[in-house]
């Protein structure tokens, strides 16, 4: 047996599939990549061997959060004042940054996707879903297995969704033609990454979902091809809906989005769509009833400035909801921690418009690790009892900023926030971060390596 027993925890948040507890003054002893066991004295009868205990007193320990929607690759193209939200009207900001993303080469992929993985692992991230659609000719087809090897450096689980475009300018896609696909070089290279990542098993490192990056920009064969190959190979769905381009899907094929991919088959339990901001209630009830899930993004919601996403009628009609930051073209960070405070407070800013109540706070804790654990279709991660995965994140309460705050561990990120790295992240069973550093990795090299291959592309 090799783990660690994290002695005398003041709060771990515990799930045995009955929905999240507290429970106090436990300890925690992890066995190779799973939970072993929660509770009082386990180590009082002798450590067993290969056994490492650690003092965790005044330590909260939660399950680690899970990222359901990004583009790493955007980390490269951040605070930026030339792409400012407010003074842009979205055509323009499209013309701006597409430039700048398609001078990304594959070693701009693999920082990038180094960088935004290195920021999530330190805000309690220990799973990450990345929607890569952005393929520049010159970067070559190797991108995907870059963002593999860059996860595999930090220790994080990964799932990546290979997004692609295949609709010309000239028939009304936003996507410059240069990053253009046709729908079998798309659902080839699928396949491929598929053959070469894909791993179903408990504990899985490495999944693949397939991922067109939105239906205004594709050909309707390249979902339906999407579909064919998801369900043929049992890998998941996702793409962008409900982002602003609803009525142009309706003006072009006479149906919304919600409804154009229900019709193809395009949804259900092993699909979810990011975003979701300007859909009907009908819609929603659509997506609830054929089990598709969404991943709520709420930063860019504030950044764009349009519809506030209805988290409490999603939650009213049963939705499986996660969160994700989103690239940072429309997020400049990646840390999803901020995201469920950001989540909660934005829904409170519009509570006095809905029909529906706010969810409590402790539900947006659980949108970003249950509620993401569903859209990935894992059964193993997301919340911590025996048996799952020894994924989680530790924030030592003995500090200013949490006095008054110390009875309530399920709503204190939602509610009052986390302005700090977490003290550390492990990922299934290994500590990949603590004290202020990676394990194994030299933080300044990460970053000198990051800025030399930004440099190269910057305009
Ligand atoms: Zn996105």
Redesign the pocket.
Known sequence: MAGYLLKNCAAVVVDEGDGPAVRRNVDLLTDGPAVKAIGTDLGAHGMPAGVTAIDADGWFVYPGLINT???FFQCFVRNRADLDWTKLAVIEWLDRIYPVFARLDEESFYHSSVTAMAELIKHGCTTAFD?QYNFPRHAGKRLIDRQFEAADLLGMRFHAGRGGNSLPKSEGSTIPDEMLETTDAFIGDCERLIDAYHDSAPFSMRQVVVSP?QPVNSYRETFVESVRLARDRGVFLHT?VG?GESEVMRARHGLRTVDYLEEMGFAGPDTFY??CWELTRDELATMAASGTGVSH?PE?VYLVGEQVTDIPAMDALGLRIGL?C??A??NDNSNLMHCLHSAYMLQCLVSSTRADPVPPPADFLAYATTGGASLLGRKDIGRLAPGMAADLFVIDSRRMDYVGTRHDPLSLIPRVGIGMATDMTMINGRIVWQDGAFAGLDERKLFADAEQALARIEM
């Open positions: 929607h990004h583009h929607h990056c962008h982002e990011a975003h993004c860019p994700g989103d690239g073209a429309s």
